[in-house]
C-alpha cells in the first residue's frame, strides 16, 4: 500500500537536545513538506522541498533543519534553538495536483 | 502575508445540513481546499476549488466566491462520524512549480443526536 509513515509516533526529549522526526513516502511524490501543529491551531509550515536536494523556508524556520538526499525521505531535525518545540508534526507529500497526503504526525514532548 | 478566518466551533444535529465559511486575505491565490482532521489524526483532503461556484462530492459540496474572497464547506445528512475539524486552506504559487497551503485555524463540529 502506498502512502507516507512517520516514527515514532511519540516522542519525548530533554530541553537542550536536537531531535529528528522520520517521514517517508512510497508514492512517488516530488514534494513535500512539514507543518507544525499546536493546540487549536492550524496548521503551519516549517519546511518544503519540490525536488531532491533542494528545499525552502515556510512560515515557521527558524529553530528547524531539514535534508532532501532521496525523493522518498525528507526528515526534519528540531534543534535547540527552537524555543517551543512541544508541538504535534505532520509530514506531507504532493503529486502534481492539489491535494496534500498527510502522514499520521509525531508527537513531540519536549521537557 | 496570508490570513484566514473560519469560526472556531460549530453544533449540528445529526442529519441536519451545516455551512462552515471561510473567509481569506492572500496574494497569489490559486484555490481554496477543505480538510477534515479527527481528533488525534491526520488531515484528509475533502474538497478544492480553484473556479467561482459549488463542487459536489456525496454528502459534502463546497463554494467558492474569488471576488469575495470567500468561500464554504457544505455537509448534509450529518453524521456522528462527522464531528471533527474542518480546515480550509488557500493554495498560492510561489515559482518554479512549487505551491504552498496556508491554514485556517480550524472549526471544531461537534455533531449531537
Known amino acids: 500500500d502506498g502512502g507516507i509513515t512517520q516514527s515514532p509516533k511519540y516522542l519525548f526529549r530533554k530541553e537542550g537536545q536536537n531531535v529528528t522526526l522520520s517521514c517517508e513516502q512510497n508514492l512517488n511524490h516530488d514534494a513535500m513538506y512539514w507543518y507544525r501543529q499546536d493546540p487549536g491551531q492550524g496548521l503551519r509550515l516549517i519546511y518544503y522541498s519540490q525536488i531532491v536536494n533542494d528545499f525552502q523556508k515556510g512560515d515557521i524556520a527558524e529553530g528547524y533543519s531539514v535534508s532532501r538526499e532521496k525523493k522518498e525521505s525528507f526528515p526534519l531535525t528540531v534543534t535547540s534553538a527552537q524555543k517551543n518545540p512541544t508541538a504535534f508534526y505532520l509530514c506531507?507529500?504532493?503529486?502534481?495536483?492539489?491535494?496534500?497526503?498527510f502522514g499520521p504526525g509525531t508527537r513531540l514532548t519536549v521537557t | 502575508g496570508q490570513s484566514l478566518e473560519q469560526p472556531s466551533e460549530v453544533t449540528a444535529v445529526e442529519g441536519a445540513i451545516v455551512q462552515i465559511n471561510c473567509t481569506y486575505q492572500t496574494s497569489g491565490f490559486y484555490g481554496l481546499s477543505w480538510y477534515q482532521q479527527h481528533d488525534g489524526g491526520a488531515p484528509t483532503f475533502l474538497s478544492y476549488?480553484?473556479?467561482?461556484g459549488l463542487e459536489e462530492t456525496g454528502r459534502f459540496s463546497s463554494f467558492l466566491s474569488r471576488s469575495d474572497s470567500y468561500g464554504y464547506l457544505l455537509l448534509q445528512e450529518l453524521q456522528m462520524k462527522d464531528s471533527a475539524s474542518y480546515f480550509c486552506?488557500?493554495?498560492?504559487?510561489?515559482?518554479?512549480?512549487?505551491?504552498?497551503?496556508?491554514f485556517g485555524k480550524g472549526t471544531k463540529l461537534s455533531v449531537i443526536p
Open positions: 486552506a488557500v493554495s498560492t504559487y510561489s515559482g518554479a512549480g512549487s505551491y504552498q497551503l496556508t
Open positions: 506531507a507529500s504532493r503529486a502534481r495536483g492539489y491535494e496534500q497526503y
Open positions: 476549488n480553484a473556479l467561482d
